[in-house]
């Protein structure tokens, strides 16, 4: 899990607006842009190659 002070400090790479953690957990959307980056063992990948775009 994510600690709320670290999710806190974390910013989409793109518009530069805050994420926060998808509905399941495995992932930090950007509000914004709608992209999510993946979370793998506890580790936000923030790169926007890694990010998917959510349509929803």
Known sequence: MIPQ???DLLVCPVCKK???LNA???G????EC????P???DIPIMLVD????DEA
């Open 5 to 7: 002070d670290l999710l």
């Open 18 to 20: 805050p994420v926060a």
């Open 24 to 26: 399941n957990g495995t």
């Open 28 to 31: 930090l959307k950007c509000g």
């Open 34 to 37: 709608r992209r999510v980056y």
């Open 39 to 41: 979370i793998q063992d």
């Open 50 to 53: 890694a990010a998917t775009i």
